[in-house]
């Protein structure tokens, strides 16, 4: 699986967009990118994923370059409930056989009054 | 609709006893997935059930095994407890196999003594 390079950590303005990189330069054709975050002291929570397109669902937007290397997760107006652990995920498309997920170490945000 | 429900949510155990973990799935989810979260290792992954199938095992001792049941609960179990089993157990389910998007539970934290 594709490796991620992340930001250790983060710090947004409340009310300001939060604008999360990942690098993923080895990331291959078939290859998606999720997204999850951790709250603390509590599981997961799938945010969005893409493949090649940008996405956009009611929680946030998923910009991919065009040469697929780099993405952004991008929560349009922060709030200190976003104060999280996220993480970015390369996932290959592996035809239905498992929903394994390999996360790496994240981005703390930390969203400030 | 329910969430992912992982019982004990909290359990103290000694070296060298085993423990039993429970997690029921989101109504009608078939898939799940089981993850371990520790300080140092982050979130690794250790097996995945679909239709009381495993389909997907971590690199994890054999002292971890789990199943699933007909109606689709998992259990997951340890033995011969080790001081680093200590840990946050995760459950996550999914509809089917494969999507990647998964619902985490708020896991059962183990404290080996």
């Known amino acids: 699986d594709a490796k991620t390079t992340q930001p250790t950590s983060m710090d947004c303005a409340e009310g300001r967009a939060a604008n999360l990189p990942c690098n993923h330069s080895?990331?291959?054709?078939?290859?998606?990118v999720y997204w999850y975050r951790q709250i603390h002291s509590q599981g997961p929570q799938y945010i969005i994923h893409?493949?090649?397109n940008n996405e956009t669902n009611e929680m946030a937007s998923l910009i991919i370059t065009e040469d697929r290397k780099s993405s952004t997760l991008i929560l349009p107006h922060a709030t200190l409930r976003d104060t999280a652990v996220y993480y970015c995920?390369?996932?290959?498309?592996?035809?239905?056989?498992?929903?394994?997920?390999?996360f790496g170490t994240g981005t703390l945000l930390a969203v400030q009054p | 609709k329910a969430g992912v429900t992982q019982t004990p949510r909290y359990l103290i155990k000694t070296r060298g006893q085993q423990v039993t973990l429970s997690c029921s799935p989101i109504?009608?989810?078939?898939?799940v997935s089981w993850y371990q979260q520790t300080p140092g290792q982050g979130l690794q992954f250790l097996f995945e059930?679909?239709?009381?199938?495993?389909?997907n095992k971590g690199n994890f001792p054999g002292r971890f095994s789990g199943r699933q049941f007909s109606n689709s609960r998992s259990e997951m179990n340890v033995s011969t407890l080790e001081l680093g089993d200590s840990a946050l157990y995760l459950c996550?389910?999914?509809?089917?196999?494969?999507?990647?998007?998964?619902?985490f539970g708020e896991g059962s934290r183990l404290t080996v003594l």
């Open positions: 996550a389910s999914s509809l089917l196999s494969g999507s990647g998007e998964l619902f």
């Open positions: 080895t990331i291959s054709g078939n290859e998606y």
């Open positions: 893409g493949l090649k």
């Open positions: 995920i390369v996932r290959p498309d592996y035809g239905g056989a498992t929903n394994k997920l390999i």
């Open positions: 109504s009608g989810h078939r898939s």
């Open positions: 059930y679909f239709s009381e199938t495993q389909r």
